[in-house]
Structure formats: C-alpha cells, structure tokens
T-cell receptor, first 114, second 116 residues
C-alpha cells in the first residue's frame, strides 16, 4: 500500500510569489491535515479536511488556504510568500476522524522563500 | 488551549542502554490520546507509540514503553536497548476531537543521539 505522497519534495520561491503544495493520502483515507514545521515554532497545525470539507483551521493568516478533492487528494496554497514561510510542510492522512486512528505522515515539502 | 512541553531539547544515550524522554501536557479535556512520533533525517514522521487517556495501563511496543501519569499530565517515553537507528527527533503529541475537528498539538521535540 502506497504511503502519503507529497509533491514536490523541494521548492524555492521568491517573496511575493504564490505556491501550491500537493498531498495524496493513503488509499481509502478521507482525512488530510497539514502542518508547518520550523526550527523556531516547531510543528504547527494548519488545517484539516475531511470529505472535501475544511473541519478545522490553525492560527495562520488568510494567505494560507487549502482544499480537498473528491479523491481525497489535498492541496495547500500560500499566496504572497514571505521569508518566514520558509519551512517544512507536512501532511498527514487518517482513515477516519476519530482520535485513535493513526495519522500517517508524508515526507514533506521543503519550501524556501528567498 | 492545549500545550505540550518537552523540557529536554537534546539527549544522548549509549548504544544498548536505556533512555527516558520527558513530556508534559496541559489540558482541561478528559478524553484524548497521546503519541510519540519519531522523525529521522529522512523527515518522515513515524508513530512510535500511542496511549489512550482513559486507559491506566501504560502502552508498550517492543523496546518502547511509556509512563503515563494522567493526574500529573506526564507522558514519558522509555527506549530500552537503544540502537543506532533510534537516533532521531522525538515529538510528543496530544490529539483530541471536538465539533470542529481534530486538535493535534506537538511538543518542540527532543533530539536523541545514540553513541556507539
């Protein structure tokens, strides 16, 4: 069974640009959540999607948005990039939306903003 | 809001020895789950062990075990017979659910080095 796939693995963008990251969950998983990981702030929750609906959103500005498609694949978009957006972006998929289901993480997308 | 604290930014252990990583959390909820994740240099977050808050028995997974003290809000990870492959960042995490969805909070991490 294929794991969680995130593309691209590495990305370099210029300040002011926008970027779209993709996450393909494990087959059959309907819940996808996104996290930003930085050395200073650690792992922070961005948002969660289940069955194409955003269920929860972390404390991030509106420049961060996402969506989920009918096949459960998810994308996150960051507009008007800032230097501080440089981070590792991780997504995780779960079979269902209950606490005890394991969250499987992808290898992340390393975004560098210059 | 829930918080997770890991007071040891870095730890080291000799190969084959035992090491304990500390984690404390703060919550007013009664129903939640706790996890330890391992993140090696490959960046893949791997679940090491999980604990349901309503279970008093400490979880164990082979060489990994936890000491869960619910009243003290403490959730430490013990790694026995440490191996070189255990070297990684270890994150303690808290997960609960409400009407808006999941609430998944991670600690700042502990970098574990295993010395040959």
């Amino acid at each position: 069974k294929a794991g969680v796939t995130q593309t691209p693995r590495y990305l370099i963008k210029t300040r002011g640009q926008q970027v779209t990251l993709s996450c393909s969950p494990i087959s059959g998983h309907r819940s996808v959540s996104w996290y930003q990981q930085t050395p200073g702030q650690g792992l922070q929750f961005l948002f969660e999607y289940f069955s194409e609906t955003q269920r929860n959103k972390g404390n991030f500005p509106g420049r961060f948005s996402g969506r989920q498609f009918s096949n459960s694949r998810s994308e996150m978009n960051v507009s008007t990039l800032e230097l501080g957006d440089s981070a590792l972006y991780l997504c995780a998929s779960s079979l269902a939306v209950v606490s005890n289901t394991e969250a499987f993480f992808g290898q992340g997308t390393r975004l560098t903003v210059v | 809001a829930q918080t997770v604290t890991q007071s040891q930014p870095e730890m080291s252990v000799q190969e084959a020895e035992t090491v304990t990583l500390s984690c404390t959390y703060d919550t007013s909820e009664s129903d939640y789950y706790l996890f330890w994740y391992k993140q090696p240099p490959s960046r893949q977050m791997i679940l090491v062990i999980r604990q349901e808050a309503y279970k008093q028995q400490n979880a164990t997974e082979n060489r990994f075990s936890v000491n869960f003290q619910k009243a003290a809000k403490s959730f430490s990870l013990k790694i026995s017979d440490s191996q070189l492959g255990d070297a990684a960042m270890y994150f303690c995490a808290y997960r609960s659910w409400d009407n808006y969805g999941q609430n998944f909070v991670f600690g700042p991490g502990t970098r574990l080095s295993v010395l040959p």
